[in-house]
């Protein structure tokens, strides 16, 4: 007996040692997250429903597609100017030759809203400067080039029409901006330069939310200068202002950093902002990787290439690989954006076009399975994904095992299955009962048939007798 207590008792300080350990930090912070747990208004349930984004890379560099004098430069296209074989001045000049006159904005409107994209990121500036809007802040911008008509209003007039909602994608670097510093400034000098840039930033971001009173968010990018960082509290004052101004606004995690230069997660390791960014050209593992936050996760489709590049190298992503990608996102939450860098001329280039018309495709069939549906406590298997909504589970099956059987581990008092049929044709298929494991899930096969032919990932539809429980654990857990 006695021996028991002492057990029970180092027992007990073991496990308030373990408490004490991972307890939350708490270091008082004015700029930090305002907020603990993903927003719960309209606006970003609207957005968390999307499952699918288009991304668009597009500027002057796009003239260039990655080469320049027959030298072909192997970095990311829209990065060619910080490339040491690229003058400057011949890059600055670019703009006075940009005049795309392919660019229709509803056709690719038309062909996003066809590949099933629920929203667009476009670039309205990136490291470079050059603006896609006529900005008055600037003389960088496409109202001094010859094509001159507003790019950024055709686009957000083009995919609003279309359904698709607007968010903007902004690079806080601006090359061309003389203002601009990259380094903490230290001469006065310096000071008096990053001034004018600060304003120069807040006069155009207030300017876009101003102009196209339509978007829904702003995509930031190039933050992570120490410059940039160093102004925690103006920037955290900055992103007031703009949600102010444009309720509902949604700004992603790249935007701000806290007072301790801590960027996407603060010194407490709370979110700031809206949605996690720094998934970008990758997924997460697990639920654990993701801390409960909202995500997405932006993708090129080959290994680096967000602009235009003429030649592109090594792997080209498929069709099969982005759907899986863009399934295993929405199985854990997150919004999946598909990236495309049109040419010079206005052009979206051929393989782009493919895959937009492939993935559309699939998702004429299979859409119900992604948008509005998330993540699913039942077991993960190695077919593929469960993503969920009410009394519907989905199975999206990318790897179709040889004996036909999908293997289904459902957790003890999970939800009971009682109809299995595919998303394509409606036929229904058998699910057998498998008895149970030792954690005392709920196994179950469900069967497809061996006349089932295809070359597509599929998906099948479970019905369950009860609604699927929505995951609020991970969210919890944060408090
Ligand atoms: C940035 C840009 O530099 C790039 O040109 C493109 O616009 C992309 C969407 O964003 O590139 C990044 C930014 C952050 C990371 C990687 C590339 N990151 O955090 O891993």
């Known amino acids: 007996m006695k021996n028991n207590f002492y057990t029970l008792f180092l027992l007990s300080l073991l496990v308030f040692g373990v408490q004490a350990q991972t307890r939350r930090t708490s270091v008082p912070l004015q700029h930090g997250a305002?907020?603990?747990?993903?927003?719960?208004?309209?606006?970003?349930?609207r957005w968390r429903q999307h499952g699918l984004g288009q991304f668009i890379h597009w500027g002057v560099y796009a003239i260039l597609g990655g080469f320049w004098e027959d030298k072909c430069y192997p970095g990311a296209a829209e990065w060619i100017r910080s490339w040491k074989e690229m003058p400057k001045d011949a890059y600055d000049n670019l703009y006075k030759q940009f005049n795309p006159i392919s660019f229709d904005a509803k056709a690719w409107a038309r062909q996003a809203k066809q590949m099933g994209a629920n929203y667009v990121i476009f670039t309205t500036k990136h490291h470079d400067g050059f603006c896609l809007w006529p900005s008055r802040y600037t003389d960088y911008t496409i109202a001094h080039t010859p094509y001159r008509k507003d790019v950024v209003k055709q686009i957000v007039d083009a995919y609003t029409a279309e359904g698709i909602d607007v968010h903007l994608y902004f690079s806080i670097i601006d090359w061309n901006h003389k203002g601009y510093r990259s380094a903490v400034p230290e001469t006065r000098q310096d000071s008096i330069a990053y001034e004018s840039f600060k304003a120069f930033t807040r006069n155009q971001l207030v300017e876009l939310l101003t102009a196209y009173p339509e978007i829904k968010g702003l995509w930031f990018d190039g933050s992570w200068d120490k410059a940039w960082i160093n102004e925690a509290a103006w920037v955290d004052a900055l992103g007031l202002e703009l949600r102010n101004l444009h309720p509902g606004l949604i700004i992603?995690?790249?935007?701000?950093?806290?007072?301790?230069?801590?960027?996407?997660?603060?010194?407490?390791?709370?979110?700031?902002?809206?949605?996690?960014?720094?998934?970008?050209?990758?997924l997460p593992d697990s639920m654990e990787d993701l801390h409960g936050s909202d995500w997405d996760c932006v993708m090129t489709v080959p290994e680096n290439q967000w602009g235009y590049h003429s030649e592109w190298k090594g792997y080209v992503k498929t069709s099969y690989d982005l759907l899986?990608?863009?399934v295993k996102a929405v199985s854990m939450n997150g919004n999946f954006v598909l990236n495309f860098g049109p040419d010079g001329k206005g052009n979206i280039r051929s393989e782009e076009a493919k895959l937009a018309k492939e993935i559309g495709d699939w998702m004429k069939i299979n859409s119900e399975a992604i948008y509005g549906t998330s993540h699913s406590n039942v077991r993960k298997q190695d077919w593929g994904y469960f993503t969920q909504k009410g009394n519907k589970l989905y199975m999206c099956v990318f790897n179709r095992p040889i004996n036909n059987l999908l293997k289904i581990e459902i957790p003890k008092g999970g939800v009971k299955p009682v109809k299995a049929y595919f998303l394509e044709d409606n036929k229904e298929t058998e699910i057998q009962n498998a008895g149970k494991n030792k954690r005392n899930s709920s196994l179950y096969h469900v069967v497809i048939p061996a006349s089932y032919k295809t070359d597509h990932p599929f998906v099948i539809l479970l019905e369950t007798k009860e609604n699927v429980k929505e995951e609020g654990e991970y969210?919890?857990?944060?408090?």
């Open 475 to 479: 969210q919890q857990a944060k408090i």
């Open 252 to 282: 992603g995690s790249r935007f701000r950093a806290d007072e301790y230069g801590k960027r996407h997660y603060d010194s407490n390791g709370d979110l700031i902002d809206d949605y996690d960014q720094t998934w970008e050209r990758d």
């Open 324 to 326: 899986e990608m863009m």
């Open 34 to 45: 305002h907020r603990i747990g993903n927003r719960t208004d309209v606006d970003m349930e």
